[in-house]
């Protein structure tokens, strides 16, 4: 049966992103005794977009529209980038400025990926979605995804919105500081960003690599 939080997610969540089942066989070392709660959601719907996007829960099995956690998982794609920061995670969801959400020893975390930083929200995956439901405005960014599309348009499949100027660096939530980014190259420029947050001595500047 269902979790009660993880019902009420879904009640609001889009379309399935993959029409296969759902296989998170390999992950267990990773995610533990939530690999089963997880696959629980995906049984039920592998993969989705809720919040009109600005939550994206990955699928389990491949998809046209979305990676699937194996692929978003494979340190040759993005997590390399940040050289150790995300190790022993386990990323299954993401919010629209693509902050990751993550299996990390145990409980659900959020993982800031401008710093590799990691916060607990919640012990278990119902807890999880209880919090999102209660939260969202601020755990998945729906406010400016809200906004940010009825200006420009839906978020095509493989695109988050990231910062020209990186909140870590002083960069305002606003629409102005947005742009609409692949979700790949995102996460691997913050890889970089927060590789040089962390290894910065006291006084250092921070090099931000612009990319034409």
Same mark, same amino acid.
């Given at each position: ?128 979605? /209880? ?27 493989? /695109?988050?919105?990231?910062? /020209? ?39 250092? /500047? ?7």
């Amino acid at each position: 049966m269902i979790a009660m939080s993880v019902a009420a997610l879904l009640s609001i969540a889009g379309p399935s992103l993959s029409e296969r089942p759902p296989s998170l066989e390999g992950f267990h070392p990773l995610a533990g005794h939530l690999l089963e709660q997880l696959a629980g959601i995906l049984a039920e719907r592998n993969g989705f977009f809720a919040f009109e996007s600005a939550l994206h829960v990955f699928p389990g099995a491949p998809s046209a529209v979305s990676f699937d956690v194996a692929q978003w998982n494979a340190s040759e794609l993005w997590r390399s980038e940040y050289h150790g920061l995300a190790e022993d995670c386990f990323f299954f969801a993401e919010d629209v400025f693509g902050g990751q959400f993550c299996v990390f020893k145990g409980a659900i975390c959020s993982f800031d990926s401008e710093t590799g930083e990691k916060e607990l929200i919640a012990p278990t995956i119902d807890d999880w979605a /209880k919090s999102i439901l209660e939260n969202y405005r601020v755990l998945t960014g729906h406010p400016l995804a809200r906004d940010w599309q009825l200006r420009n348009g839906p978020l095509p499949p493989f /695109k988050r919105l990231a910062p /020209k100027m990186p909140f870590v660096c002083g960069g305002s939530f606003t629409l102005d500081n947005l742009y609409l980014a692949d979700s790949v190259e995102a996460m691997r420029f913050r890889g970089y960003l927060a590789t040089q947050i962390r290894d910065l001595p006291e006084g250092g /500047k921070i090099q931000l690599r612009i990319v034409p």
